[in-house]
């Protein structure tokens, strides 16, 4: 089965002790490629410098709403001109977190919205991260877009799900689909169809239901996948991986 992580952490400690290993894996894995997503600056500059060393890994640059509080205040400066790094292809992870509120709301949304507009400029697609904020989510969304992106690890209702298909988004499907509660988010795979969704991982976080309680890898994707094509009733896998290359520009 041929896969594709579209959200990763593999610069994060806790692939320290064999992040070459995994790396070195990805073709047995059948791993086309992943999308190595940063959380903040710092983060930016250890992706983009991760994507230089393997051809299958490409990266984002931006700042997570936990981190929206500590931009330097140059920061949109500095994302723009990593940017320009020709492995970046979206800024992210960005968006609103109001589960955690490690930053204030008000905050968040004046970073998301700058980040979004930076986007818009640089005319790359986005990764959002949104978390009991849905509402106000997609109304800067819908106020700022249109843009190309994927609603990362979406956790939102049928509601949600079809209001950001027709806004143009992508849905992230990881793990979580494999959890034998979550109900809701198979019946939203069934609803919206593979033509709208793009998998991912969020490793180290959110294992798949075989894996809970470890460290997540980006070869458990095929779990999800294994996931959808049952829910949808066919193989659908090459049909989520150009779903992948369309959204970031990929051709590998």
């Given amino acids: 089965m041929k896969i594709v992580d579209t959200h990763a952490h593999l610069h994060m400690k806790h692939f320290n002790e064999d992040r070459e290993k995994i790396i070195k ?52 400066g500095i994302l723009e001109k990593l940017a320009k790094n020709e492995k970046v292809v979206a800024i992210g992870e960005i968006g609103l977190d109001y589960y955690r509120n490690f930053s204030p709301k008000e905050v968040q949304q004046k970073v998301f919205a700058e980040q979004l507009m930076l986007a818009k400029d640089l005319n790359l697609p986005v990764v959002v991260h949104v978390r009991d904020a849905y509402e106000d989510a997609y109304s800067i969304l819908e106020m700022i877009g249109p843009f190309n992106g994927v609603i990362h690890s979406f956790s939102g209702d049928r509601e949600y799900a079809l209001k950001f298909v027709k806004l143009g988004f992508y849905l992230g499907i990881g793990g979580p689909l494999t959890y034998k509660k979550n109900q809701q988010l198979r019946d939203i795979v069934r609803l919206v169809g593979e033509e709208n969704i793009v998998t991912e991982t969020d490793c180290p976080y959110l294992p798949p239901q075989p894996y809970r309680g470890k460290r997540n890898e980006p070869s458990y994707v095929k779990y999800v996948v294994e996931e959808i094509n049952k829910l949808i009733g066919e193989n659908v896998s090459e049909k989520l991986i150009n779903n992948a290359r369309e959204l970031f520009g990929v051709n590998i």
């Fill in 25 to 76: 894996n990805f073709e047995n894995d059948g791993i086309e490629f992943i999308v190595n997503v940063a959380t903040n600056i710092e983060d930016s500059y250890l992706c983009i410098d991760l994507s230089k060393k393997y051809e299958r890994i490409f990266t984002t640059v931006g700042v997570h709403p936990h981190d929206s509080s500590n931009v330097p205040d140059d920061y949109l």
